[in-house]
Nanobody, 117 residues
Framework: QVQLVESGGGLVQAGGSLRLSCAAS????????MAWFRQPPGKEREFVAI????????NYANSVKGRFTISRDNAKSTVHLQMNSLQPEDTAVYYC??????????WGQGTQVTVSS
């Protein structure tokens, strides 16, 4: 079954860290730009970070710049999101997605991140 599977979410105190992973199953991601999004409770889904197919280019939402780092391991078909200095406003369901031809055409099911104050 073609899918992206996120993992690594959980409950953490403010100031803590989490590392999210996105693994591809029966889906090629090694030649595609990949991104992380999040959806806070009661809000719209928003962009978090993006990485080019070879990891050479990354970009971040202003709200996470300097705290989050996106990376990838193409040999393992995985993408990661290292999240440091987490704050309660980072609480959300986090999704990874594959970008192709102007749209995100594959999404994972999401992983919950909850940051307590």
């Amino acid at each position: 079954q073609v899918q992206l599977v996120e993992s690594g979410g959980g409950l953490v105190q403010a100031g803590g860290s989490l590392r999210l992973s996105c693994a591809a199953s029966e889906l090629t991601i090694t030649t595609y730009t990949m991104a992380w999004f999040r959806q806070p409770p009661g809000k719209e889904r928003e962009f978090v970070a993006i990485i080019s197919w070879n990891g050479g280019t990354t970009n971040y939402a202003n709200s996470v710049k300097g705290r989050f780092t996106i990376s990838r391991d193409n040999a393992k078909s995985t993408v990661h999101l290292q999240m440091n200095s987490l704050q309660p406003e980072d609480t959300a369901v986090y999704y990874c997605a594959r970008y192709h031809a102007g749209s995100y055409n594959y999404w994972g099911q999401g992983t919950q991140v909850t940051v307590s104050s």
